[in-house]
C-alpha cells in the first residue's frame, strides 16, 4: 500500500470581519470589548482562526452539505467524547477521537461482564491555522444595544480585511482503516466494535509497516473501497460550501477558498507553506511566491503523484495570473490550472484511481 497523502493550501479573502475571538479585550475603554484572536511575529500583528474552529466549521459543512451523519456526543461530568465508532460515523473516521468507557463482553463460559475499554484515533485530517497573509492592524469598532428604555449599552469589537492562508493534509490510507494495536492513538476499535465492522462488510488486511511479535504483519480493518472514497471525497467537496466565524449576524464573510492547491504527495511534509510571502515596509502586503512553486515542483518532483490542481476565483491574483498561466504551460503535464470549485472536482476525480 502506497503512503498517499493529499495535500492542500487555501487563501481566504475576507473584509469587514471577526471570524475568531479571544475574549474580553482589556487594552480599550469599554467595559464590554471583544478582542479578536491575533499573533505576533517579527513585531507585526497578524489576524487568525484557530485550527479548531476551522475544524468546527469543515465538521458543520460535511453535515449540512453532503448530508454526513455526525457521531454523537456523550457528556461524562466534565468530559466529552464522541462515540468513537468510525465504521458508523465518518466524522469519527476523518476527525479522529479519543474515548475510555466499559465494554461488555461474553466470556468462554458464557457468562457477560464489563471490561474498560480505550480507543483512540489519530485524526487522518490535519490542518494549521488560517492567518493573514500579511501583518493586520484590527480597528476597534463601537457598536451598541439600544432596544430598550433608557441608556444604549455600548461595546466594541475588533474588525478586519484580510486575505488568510491555512493548510491541510489527508492521510488517503488512513481514511476507512482502522488499527487495533497497543499504540497510543492506535487502539482505534474495541474487540465488539471490530467484530461487528467484519459483520457490516469491511475486510482484514496486512499492515504494510508493522510487525506482531512473531513477524507476521499486524492487521488492519478496512471499509471497502468505495466507501472511503466517498469519505475523502466528501471531506474535500465540502470546502466549496464551508461557512462559519464569529459575528455572522452583522460581520458575515465567505470563508470558501478563493485560491486552493491540491496535491497527491508520498511524504507527510507539505509543500506548500511558503508560496505566499510578505512585502512592504512593514509586512502589510502579500504576494504570490510563483519562483517557490518552480522551486517545489522541482524540488519534491519525486514524491508528486498524479497532476496538481491549483484553482483561482475570478478575479483574485489578477496581477499573478500570467505567471500563474505561464507556470501551468511550462508544467502542462502536471499542472491544471482552473476555477475553485473545477479544482476540487478535478483533484476528487484524479481520487478514484488513487485510493487503492
Request: proline letters at 3%; one cysteine or more.
Amino acid at each position: 500500500m502506497k503512503n498517499l497523502k493529499t495535500q492542500g493550501f487555501v487563501l481566504l479573502d475576507v473584509d469587514v470581519v471577526a471570524l475568531n475571538n479571544a475574549g474580553k479585550n482589556t487594552n480599550t475603554t469599554f467595559d464590554n470589548a471583544v478582542a479578536t484572536k491575533k499573533i505576533y511575529k517579527n513585531g507585526r500583528t497578524y489576524v487568525y482562526v484557530s485550527g479548531q474552529a476551522w475544524r468546527y466549521w469543515w465538521r458543520e459543512s460535511l453535515q449540512k452539505n453532503m448530508n454526513w451523519m455526525m457521531s454523537p456526543v456523550i457528556r461524562d461530568s466534565k468530559i466529552a467524547y464522541t462515540e468513537a465508532n468510525p465504521i458508523d460515523y465518518p466524522d469519527d473516521d476523518v476527525f479522529g477521537y479519543m474515548r475510555a468507557a466499559s465494554e461488555k463482553v461474553t466470556d468462554e463460559k458464557g457468562k457477560t461482564k464489563s471490561t474498560n475499554i480505550t480507543v483512540t484515533r489519530i485524526s487522518p485530517l490535519k490542518n494549521s491555522a488560517i492567518i493573514s497573509a500579511a501583518s493586520v492592524k484590527p480597528a476597534e469598532n463601537w457598536s451598541s444595544m439600544s432596544r430598550q428604555e433608557g441608556d444604549a449599552v455600548p461595546y466594541s469589537k475588533q474588525e478586519y480585511s484580510a486575505v488568510m492562508k491555512g493548510m491541510f493534509s489527508l492521510d488517503l490510507n488512513m481514511v476507512g482503516t482502522f488499527s487495533n494495536y497497543n499504540k497510543t492513538g492506535y487502539v482505534n476499535l474495541s474487540e465488539q466494535l471490530k467484530k461487528e465492522a467484519l459483520e457490516k462488510g469491511c475486510q482484514e488486511i496486512d499492515d504494510s509497516y508493522v510487525k506482531t511479535g512473531d513477524g507476521h504483519p499486524a492487521k488492519l480493518i478496512q471499509l471497502p473501497k468505495m466507501e472511503r472514497l466517498k469519505r475523502i471525497q466528501e471531506t474535500l467537496w465540502a470546502l466549496k460550501y464551508i461557512s462559519g466565524g464569529a459575528m455572522q449576524t452583522n460581520n458575515m464573510g465567505d470563508v470558501t477558498p478563493k485560491f486552493i492547491i491540491l496535491a497527491t504527495t508520498t511524504t507527510g511534509n507539505h509543500p506548500f507553506a511558503g508560496i505566499i510571502k510578505t512585502t512592504g515596509a512593514y509586512d502589510d502586503q502579500y504576494e504570490l511566491n510563483v519562483a517557490g512553486i518552480r522551486e517545489v515542483l522541482e524540488e519534491y518532483k519525486e514524491t508528486f503523484i498524479g497532476k496538481i490542481f491549483i484553482g483561482v476565483r475570478s478575479g483574485f491574483f489578477e496581477e499573478d495570473l500570467p505567471s500563474l498561466k505561464q507556470l501551468a504551460d511550462d508544467y502542462s503535464e502536471q499542472i491544471l490550472l482552473c476555477p475553485v470549485n473545477e479544482a476540487i472536482d478535478n483533484y476528487c476525480e484524479q481520487l478514484k484511481t488513487q485510493v487503492e
